[in-house]
């Protein structure tokens, strides 16, 4: 009997998907564009209504990108073999930076710092999502479940902060950055679902043989943005401070 090639996946070198990057570089481009309004109306150097209309709307959609992005790539790292320690080594490596940036936004903010933001909800979705993968209908539906459950949710206020990151939003709170697991885990199970459905697509029709996509030169700049957004969120905010304050004092 002839010795059977072992699967693609486990011989070829696992790629990055320059689709998914330049998306994320997109995304990253945006979140620029959000916060440097948001620092501009903060320090007086611009008039922006942040708490209605599209203001209100796009750092949301911003938001709701980034986490949809990383549910797929959590069903993509999943279908090429990848085992929950897997999942357990990148929320990690996700909180150390999420308590940086509570810790950092403690002594900045106060009492309003973030303490569940967009790294705390990608580092515990990356583990609290592993049930979910490869079952698109379940993830589908538990994705419905917890936005209907936010929404549900949003306008009540609590007197107890304990259970701030699952939902139970405390009144007299407002954090800087907050994305509870109610509603937002939704988008991370909408990520995946998306990721599993289209690679079962996929699978039904025929490949032919082609050289993996690059993308046009234009487009790199999104690429490589999306390969460090990570580093990209961090160092942003920091510098965007900076010159805000700077081009203040210059102005006033």
């Known amino acids: 009997m002839a010795d059977q090639a072992p699967p693609a996946s486990a011989t070829e070198p696992r790629r990055r998907s320059q689709t998914l ?11 620029v564009v959000f ?62 930076p999420a308590l940086a940036v ?10 309003n710092f973030v303490f569940f933001g967009v790294l705390h909800l990608l580092a515990v979705s990356s583990v609290l999502a592993w049930p979910l993968l490869g079952r698109p209908a379940l993830a589908l539906a538990a994705g419905i479940l917890v936005f209907a459950a936010g929404l549900v949710l949003g306008p ?45 697509w996929l699978s039904r029709r025929p490949r032919p043989d082609q050289a993996p996509w690059s993308p046009p030169r234009a487009l790199r700049p999104l690429a490589f943005l999306g390969r460090h957004s990570l580093w990209a969120y961090l160092i942003h905010l920091p510098l965007l401070y900076g010159l805000g304050w700077l081009v203040a004092m210059v102005v006033s």
Do not use: C, N, Q
Not at 170 to 197: E, K, Q
């Open 21 to 31: 990057d330049i998306i994320r570089g997109a995304l990253v481009v945006l979140m």
């Open 35 to 96: 916060h440097a309004a948001y620092i501009a109306s903060m320090y007086g150097l611009a008039t922006v209504d942040l708490g209605s209309g599209f203001w209100w709307i796009f750092p949301r959609g911003i938001a709701a990108g980034f986490v949809a992005v990383s549910g797929w790539s959590l069903a993509s790292k999943r279908e090429r073999g990848g085992r929950l320690g897997d999942y357990v080594r990148r929320a990690a490596r996700l909180a150390i």
């Open 102 to 111: 509570s810790l950092v936004s403690f002594v900045a903010l106060g009492r």
């Open 156 to 200: 009540v206020r609590f007197d107890w902060p304990w259970l701030a990151w699952l939902g139970f939003r405390p009144s007299g709170l407002y954090p800087a950055d907050y994305l509870p697991l109610l509603p937002w885990f939704a988008w991370v199970a909408f990520g995946s679902a998306a990721r599993d459905l289209a690679s079962a």
